[in-house]
C-alpha cells in the first residue's frame, strides 16, 4: 500500500506532538484519510479509533493526548463521505454511503495502514456513535483487536416510536423514487455544532469542547459535514437491524453511555451488553451523547477506564 502524506491542522486538533496524516486508498477506491499520535517512549499498544458521522480526525486530537498520557498510540480515520476523505455526493455537505458494509473496506484499508506504519501492538478499538455500528461488525467479522470500547454506540437510531414506520417507509421509497440523495427528514445541510448554541445541545454539557469543535470547524470548514441522505438512513436502519440478531464477540468489552442520550437509543445498547461475554455497561449520569468530550472529570474517567482495559489485556498476553 502507498502512503502520502496528507494535511493535519494540527493548530486546532491539538494532538500529542509528533501526529501525521496520510491518504489510503481502499479496495473499491475510495480515498480516505488516517490521522496517527504517538506517546512519548515505548507504547503499551495503540488505539484504532473509529469516529462517528460527520466526525474528522482533528476532533480527536484530545483523545489521543489522553490516551499518549498513559502509553498508547491512536490511529484515527475519516470515513468515506466526511472529513477530508472522498465525499460520495455532489452536494458534500449531504452525508452519504452506498452500502452500510462498505465502511468495512475502510476498515481494511486503515488495519492495512496500521501494519504498514508497524503501530505498536496490540490493537485495540475504541468507537463512537456510528463508528460503534461499523465497530460492532468489524469485531463480529474477526477485526484483530485485543480489546473493544463503545462511547454512544449506534445500534440503534433515536426517534419516537411513531415516526419509526414512517423512517423505514420514507427512507426505502426515496432510492427506488430517484430521491435517496436528499436530506433526511428533520436534518439539514448545516453541521450541527455550528446550527446549535451550546445551550440545548445533545453532544456536551462542557462549554469549552463544544467551542472547541465550533472553532475546529471555523478554522476548517472544509472538515464540515451536514445531515445525513435518505438512502443513508435506510442503510442505517438495516444495519442496526442486521446487527441485533448476530450475537457479541468473545472480547474484552466496555461500553459508556451517556445518561441523558438522545441521539442513537439507548435500549440496544442495554440489550447488548446484558449478554456480551466479558462486556460492561456503564451509564454517565448526567452526561449527554459524547462522552469523549465531556467534562473533565468525566473524560479522565473515562479515559482511566479505557487505559486499564487495555492494559489488562496487555498484562494478560505478555504473562502467556
Not at 473509529?50 to 482533528?58: D, K
Not at 481494511?108 to 496490540?122: G, W
Amino acid at each position: 500500500m502507498l502512503l502520502e502524506s496528507a494535511p493535519l491542522f494540527e493548530e486546532v486538533a491539538g494532538g500529542p506532538p509528533g501526529g501525521r496524516a496520510l491518504w489510503v486508498k481502499t479496495s473499491d477506491g475510495v480515498r480516505i484519510r488516517i490521522g496517527a499520535w504517538h506517546p512519548r517512549g515505548a507504547a503499551q499498544g495503540t488505539v484504532l479509533l473509529f469516529p462517528g458521522r460527520t466526525e474528522y480526525v482533528e476532533k480527536y486530537g484530545d483523545t489521543a493526548r489522553a490516551m499518549a498520557e498513559r502509553g498508547f498510540a491512536l490511529l484515527a480515520v475519516d470515513w468515506r463521505g466526511q472529513g477530508l476523505a472522498d465525499r460520495l455526493l455532489p452536494d458534500r455537505r449531504i452525508g452519504h454511503v452506498e452500502r452500510f458494509p462498505d465502511y468495512q473496506k475502510d476498515v481494511a484499508a486503515l488495519l492495512r495502514a496500521a501494519r504498514e506504519l508497524d503501530l505498536p501492538r496490540p490493537f485495540h478499538l475504541l468507537a463512537h456513535s456510528m463508528g460503534g455500528c461499523i465497530g460492532l461488525r468489524a469485531v463480529m467479522e474477526g477485526l484483530t483487536v485485543q480489546s473493544c470500547a463503545f462511547t454512544g454506540p449506534m445500534w440503534g437510531i433515536q426517534m419516537p416510536a411513531h415516526m419509526r414506520p414512517i423512517a423505514w417507509g420514507l427512507s426505502h421509497a426515496a432510492p427506488l423514487l430517484g430521491l435517496g440523495d436528499r436530506l433526511a427528514p428533520g436534518s439539514t445541510a448545516g453541521n450541527y455544532v455550528e446550527e446549535q448554541a451550546f445551550e440545548g445541545n445533545w453532544l456536551t454539557t462542557d462549554p469549552e469542547m463544544y467551542r472547541m469543535m465550533r472553532e475546529q470547524l471555523a478554522a476548517h470548514p472544509e472538515l464540515g459535514l451536514g445531515g445525513p441522505s435518505l438512502h443513508w438512513l435506510r442503510e442505517a436502519l438495516r444495519e442496526c437491524r442486521h446487527l441485533a440478531g448476530r450475537p457479541s464477540p468473545d472480547l474484552p468489552c466496555v461500553t459508556f453511555l451517556g445518561g441523558c442520550e438522545k441521539i442513537v437509543d439507548p435500549q440496544p445498547i442495554h440489550d447488548r451488553m446484558a449478554t456480551w461475554p466479558r462486556g460492561e455497561l456503564e451509564v454517565i449520569a448526567g452526561a449527554e451523547h459524547e462522552v469523549l468530550m465531556e467534562r473533565a472529570a468525566t473524560r479522565a474517567h473515562v479515559f482511566d477506564r479505557l487505559a486499564g482495559l487495555f492494559s489488562v489485556d496487555t498484562a494478560e498476553r505478555s504473562a502467556r
